[in-house]
Antibody, heavy 122, light 107 residues
Framework: QVQLVESGGGVVQPGRSLRLSCEAS????????MHWVRQAPGEGLEWMAV????????YYGDSVKGRFTISRDNSKNTLYLQMNSLRPEDTAMYYC???????????????WGQGTMVTVSS | DIQMTQSPSSVSAAVGDRVTITCRAS??????LAWYQQKPGKAPKLLMY???SLQSGVPSRFRGSGSGTDFTLTISSLQPEDFATYYC?????????FGQGTRLEIK
C-alpha cells in the first residue's frame, strides 16, 4: 500500500525550531520528487517546498525561503522539513506529498500524508 | 508567481445536479493543471491531472477541461460524497500555486 506518514508536529514557541518527517512506503521513494504543502486552520493550501528525487535540487515558497530546509534520506525512505525561526503564522497542518510522475518534479500530487499539526505560540 | 483564481468561492447544489468550477491562471500554464478534492479533516485527493486526465479510481462523472489560462472542473451528476472543497493547482513552474478553493455545499 502506497503511504506517506508525517510526524514531528507539536506546539513550539516563536523563534524556535522543529523538524518534520515523512516516511514513505509502498513505492520506490528514491524515484520521485517530493513536496511539502501546508494549510492554516480554516484556510487554503499553500505550497512550501520541493526536492528532487536524488535530493540535489530544491525550491521554496517565498514565505519560508531562508527559514525552512527540505531534505531527504533515500536509504530511509524519509523526507524531512527543518523549520527554523518559527512564527505564529507558520501554524498549520503540514502535509508531505508525492508527485504522480517520476519523470517530473513539478507535477500533480497523487499521494498525500495524513498531515502533522504545527502550532507556533508562546 | 502565477496566481490561480477559482470561481465561485462557494456553490450550493443538490444531489444529481451538474456543477462547474472554473480556475483562471494569471499566465499561460499550458495543461499543467491539477484538481483536488478535500473533505474536512482529511488530506486533499487528486482528481484530475494535466487538466483533463482522470486520476485512477476517480469516478467518470468528474471531467476537467481547458488549457492556457482557463480551466474548468465539471461534476456531471452530484453524489452525496462529492460535497467538499475543491482546489486547482498549477504545476507549470515554481512556486507551485493553488486556487483559493471552492466549497461545494448541499442545497
Amino acid at each position: 500500500q502506497v503511504q506517506l506518514v508525517e510526524s514531528g508536529g507539536g506546539v513550539v514557541q516563536p523563534g524556535r525550531s522543529l523538524r518534520l518527517s515523512c516516511e514513505a512506503s509502498g513505492f520506490t521513494f528514491s524515484n520521485f520528487g517530493m513536496h511539502w504543502v501546508r494549510q492554516a486552520p480554516g484556510e487554503g493550501l499553500e505550497w512550501m517546498a520541493v526536492i528532487s528525487f536524488q535530493g540535489t535540487n530544491a525550491y521554496y515558497g517565498d514565505s519560508v525561503k531562508g527559514r525552512f530546509t527540505i531534505s531527504r534520506d533515500n536509504s530511509k525512505n524519509t523526507l524531512y522539513l527543518q523549520m527554523n525561526s518559527l512564527r505564529p503564522e507558520d501554524t498549520a497542518m503540514y502535509y508531505c506529498a508525492k508527485v504522480r510522475d517520476s519523470s517530473s518534479w513539478n507535477e500533480a500530487f497523487d499521494i498525500w500524508g495524513q498531515g502533522t499539526m504545527v502550532t507556533v505560540s508562546s | 508567481d502565477i496566481q490561480m483564481t477559482q470561481s465561485p468561492s462557494s456553490v450550493s447544489a443538490a444531489v444529481g445536479d451538474r456543477v462547474t468550477i472554473t480556475c483562471r491562471a494569471s499566465q499561460d500554464i499550458s495543461s499543467w493543471l491539477a484538481w483536488y478534492q478535500q473533505k474536512p479533516g482529511k488530506a486533499p485527493k487528486l482528481l484530475m491531472y494535466a487538466a483533463s486526465s482522470l486520476q485512477s479510481g476517480v469516478p467518470s462523472r468528474f471531467r476537467g477541461s481547458g488549457s492556457g489560462t482557463d480551466f474548468t472542473l465539471t461534476i456531471s451528476s452530484l453524489q452525496p460524497e462529492d460535497f467538499a472543497t475543491y482546489y486547482c493547482q498549477q504545476a507549470n513552474s515554481f512556486p507551485i500555486t493553488f486556487g483559493q478553493g471552492t466549497r461545494l455545499e448541499i442545497k
